[in-house]
């Protein structure tokens, strides 16, 4: 067996369609985000400009989440030192999960290393727990969803995106007596859409179902204390759990789970990517406190995000590029093939100093390929500008069409 030979002809497919996956080195200048710089084929660090952070509301730069992390590291040092069972709960963590829980308004919250693994684990535990478990998931969950989902050995049932009717036709469909959980996203990323969540509650009352309900696009960027849409909107007590991030809003590492005491004792008490994983450092979780702190008396930053994210909509339709439908704050601006998104992508960051990731499968599909645009409260009109008349003169040299 040639092992190499089929490990390099992997790779080899990737380069062939295109999507094979550059990172690109660089350091962000502290308190003058967007600003960076990258270390990638240049003789010394090029200054440059980050079009596509999570760091949505720029708090991993804010004053109190970098005090706070300052003052943990030399107050208790560097790790954790295990597991929970084992290194201890933290106080940090104990004080995170009370203003996590408080912030959606359940019982009880559990922290985890990443969005991913509170997704995985929380998603394969519950429903193994539940005899005869239908999942019923979106077709765009994101693939920390799908995993959990896959992992939990349940029945599954996908239903198309943000389909109501068809959520409701699979439901009906299915054995009145087993136990259901509805799993989707509050805003999905790539799309930049809203779930219907309201319809989504008023169909688990109906078929005795549990809801599942990932917000990991809008804790902090959301509702009159960054609780999400279904704060927003008043349905998080509708909710049987709420799932979110410390890394994107928030501006640290983490993820979550909110629910009521007895679901987070549960997954608390048998999943295995909770149980066996050493703990979030409590460097990190001190400053995920303070940005949570912080963005619940806060919506400066929501409203400097907003406003950004309007101004760039604007510019990029003013100028005929072809900028996705959207009501939240990421800007998608599609191209539809791999090779070219990934050659836009190059131009803007050798040419402009204009970072931006290009978009391919699996994370969208095959000929949705795009850049996603994440403009937050520091980039400013000039900077949207300047990035407006790139695209518009890279367009014209790739001879990509314009929107009409």
């Given at each position: 067996?040639?092992?190499?030979?089929?490990?390099?002809?992997?790779?080899?497919?990737?380069?062939?369609?295109?999507?094979?996956?550059?990172?690109?080195?660089?350091?962000?200048?502290?308190?003058?985000?967007?600003?960076?710089?990258?270390?990638?084929?240049?003789?010394?660090?090029?200054?440059?400009?980050?079009?596509?952070?999570?760091?949505?509301?720029?708090?991993?730069?804010?004053?109190?989440?970098?005090?706070?992390?300052?003052?943990?590291?030399?107050?208790?040092?560097?790790?954790?030192?295990?597991?929970?069972?084992?290194?201890?709960?933290?106080?940090?963590?104990?004080?995170?999960?009370?203003?996590?829980?408080?912030?959606?308004?359940?019982?009880?919250?559990?922290?985890?290393?990443?969005?991913?693994?509170?997704?995985?684990?929380?998603?394969?535990?519950?429903?193994?727990?539940?005899?005869?478990?239908?999942?019923?998931?979106?077709?765009?969950?994101?693939?920390?969803?799908?995993?959990?989902?896959?992992?939990?050995?349940?029945?599954?049932?996908?239903?198309?995106?943000?389909?109501?009717?068809?959520?409701?036709?699979?439901?009906?469909?299915?054995?009145?007596?087993?136990?259901?959980?509805?799993?989707?996203?509050?805003?999905?990323?790539?799309?930049?859409?809203?779930?219907?969540?309201?319809?989504?509650?008023?169909?688990?009352?109906?078929?005795?179902?549990?809801?599942?309900?990932?917000?990991?696009?809008?804790?902090?960027?959301?509702?009159?204390?960054?609780?999400?849409?279904?704060?927003?909107?008043?349905?998080?007590?509708?909710?049987?759990?709420?799932?979110?991030?410390?890394?994107?809003?928030?501006?640290?590492?983490?993820?979550?789970?909110?629910?009521?005491?007895?679901?987070?004792?549960?997954?608390?008490?048998?999943?295995?990517?909770?149980?066996?994983?050493?703990?979030?450092?409590?460097?990190?979780?001190?400053?995920?406190?303070?940005s949570v702190r912080h963005l619940k008396a806060s919506s400066v930053e929501r409203e400097g995000q907003q406003a950004s994210a309007a101004k760039l909509k604007a510019m990029f339709a003013e100028a005929g590029l072809p900028v996705m439908p959207s009501t939240t704050h990421i800007v998608p601006l599609m191209v539809g093939d791999p090779v070219k998104a990934k050659r836009v992508s190059d131009i803007l960051l050798a040419e402009y100093g204009v970072y931006v990731q290009p978009i391919n499968f699996?994370?969208?599909?095959?000929?949705?390929?795009?850049?996603?645009?994440?403009?937050?409260?520091?980039?400013?009109?000039?900077?949207?500008?300047?990035?407006?008349?790139?695209?518009?003169?890279?367009?014209?040299?790739?001879?990509?069409?314009?929107?009409?």
């Open positions: 067996m040639d092992y190499q030979r089929i490990f390099t002809q992997a790779i080899d497919r990737l380069h062939a369609e295109g999507r094979y996956r550059v990172f690109i080195d660089i350091l962000r200048d502290k308190g003058s985000f967007p600003n960076a710089h990258c270390f990638a084929g240049h003789n010394g660090p090029k200054p440059i400009t980050v079009w596509c952070s999570n760091d949505y509301l720029s708090m991993g730069q804010h004053p109190d989440v970098i005090g706070a992390m300052e003052q943990a590291l030399h107050e208790v040092g560097a790790g954790s030192g295990g597991t929970r069972n084992i290194g201890g709960n933290t106080h940090y963590h104990v004080e995170l999960e009370a203003e996590l829980a408080d912030l959606h308004g359940k019982e009880g919250a559990l922290l985890f290393t990443s969005g991913y693994v509170s997704n995985e684990a929380t998603l394969a535990t519950i429903a193994r727990i539940l005899p005869g478990c239908i999942i019923f998931s979106d077709e765009l969950n994101h693939a920390s969803m799908i995993a959990g989902i896959r992992h939990s050995g349940c029945e599954k049932q996908i239903f198309r995106h943000n389909d109501v009717a068809h959520l409701e036709e699979l439901l009906a469909a299915a054995d009145p007596a087993a136990p259901k959980l509805i799993a989707f996203e509050s805003v999905y990323s790539m799309d930049a859409d809203i779930a219907p969540i309201a319809e989504f509650c008023d169909l688990a009352d109906k078929y005795n179902a549990i809801t599942y309900l990932d917000e990991v696009h809008a804790v902090g960027m959301y509702g009159a204390r960054g609780g999400g849409i279904s704060e927003r909107e008043g349905l998080a007590h509708r909710l049987t759990i709420i799932e979110g991030t410390l890394g994107k809003a928030f501006g640290v590492m983490g993820g979550y789970v909110a629910a009521d005491k007895v679901i987070i004792d549960v997954i608390r008490s048998y999943a295995p990517g909770f149980i066996f994983t050493t703990s979030l450092a409590p460097v990190l979780v001190a400053g995920a406190l303070a699996p994370t969208v599909p095959r000929g949705t390929e795009r850049l996603r645009f994440t403009p937050g409260p520091t980039h400013s009109e000039e900077m949207m500008r300047e990035l407006t008349a790139a695209l518009v003169e890279i367009w014209s040299r790739m001879e990509i069409q314009l929107a009409a």
